[in-house]
């Protein structure tokens, strides 16, 4: 008896191309054992884990009913069953049986409300609107917890009329999230990617600073820092000093 636990990334239930697997899953068989009863003395059990590439198996186990199911206490991630569930199933004798795949998905949540921040204190005020069509990329570090390696995986969102938008049922962990700039509208600056953290069933604000003043960088990049104190400087120099460091230096004017 075999079958793969796969991460249901777009969390439909079946798997698809390029949703991996997940090791380190268990996995129970319990037979139902001489009396065909569940859940009495004579059951006996059956566990393992899965491999790195979600696959699991048991070999050379009596043929009868079985109950497969997914140990939820040994499940890292707050990731959750959707398909798989408790399942019933009948191993002929002499038989080898293929259990369809089941997703995990997680049950975890970002969220929060893009919108234009127009004075940059990070709060939306009455007269900034949601920035609606943003496209919105989540990537999960995966079971790694790396940035970057083969077991991330990418989940988006589209912000609404408002400015709001969401990502339900993804697991816990670390996400980079990022704004696609080519959907940002004209005038409108933002940060380049934010790096946030989610528990299990919790769900995470993230701040994404949007604005059309033209020195929203300053809220979030270096370089735009160093702008900011390149116009300190030359505002300093035009009264001929440049104050550094607690001490004042005089500076010829030319
Ligand atoms: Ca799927
Ligand atoms: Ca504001
Ligand atoms: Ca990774």
């Known amino acids: 008896m075999s079958g793969t636990i796969v991460h ?137 917890s790396l940035d970057g390696t083969a077991d991330d995986a990418v989940y988006s969102a589209v912000t609404d009329a408002q400015g709001a938008w969401g990502i339900q049922q993804i697991p816990a962990g670390t996400y980079a999230v990022t704004i696609d700039s080519a959907t940002l509208p004209s005038g409108l600056s933002g940060t380049p990617s934010v790096t946030t953290a989610v528990a299990p069933n919790a769900t995470a604000k993230v701040v994404l600073p949007v604005s059309s003043s033209a020195s929203v960088l300053a809220f979030t990049g270096g370089g735009a820092l160093n702008l900011v104190l390149v116009g300190l400087v030359l505002l300093l120099t035009g009264s001929g000093a440049i104050h550094v460091a607690g001490s004042w230096r005089r500076r010829a004017i030319g």
């Open 8 to 144: 249901d990334v777009n969390r439909d239930g079946s798997r698809d191309g390029g949703e991996p697997g997940l090791g380190t899953i268990p996995v129970i068989a319990t037979l139902f054992g001489p009396d065909g009863v569940p859940g009495t003395t004579d059951d006996v059990s059956y566990s393992t884990v899965t491999a790195d590439d979600g696959s699991w198996s048991f070999a050379d186990i009596s043929a009868g009913n079985y109950v497969i199911e997914i140990d939820p206490s040994g499940v890292p991630h707050g990731l959750s069953e959707v398909s798989f569930s408790t399942r019933t199933v009948y191993l002929p004798p002499g038989s080898e049986m293929r259990i369809l795949d089941a997703g995990l998905v997680g049950t975890s949540e970002l969220s929060n409300v893009v919108f234009d921040d127009l004075n940059q204190n990070g709060a939306q005020d009455g007269q900034e609107t949601g920035v609606p069509d943003l496209s919105i990329t989540a990537r999960w570090f995966g079971p790694d």
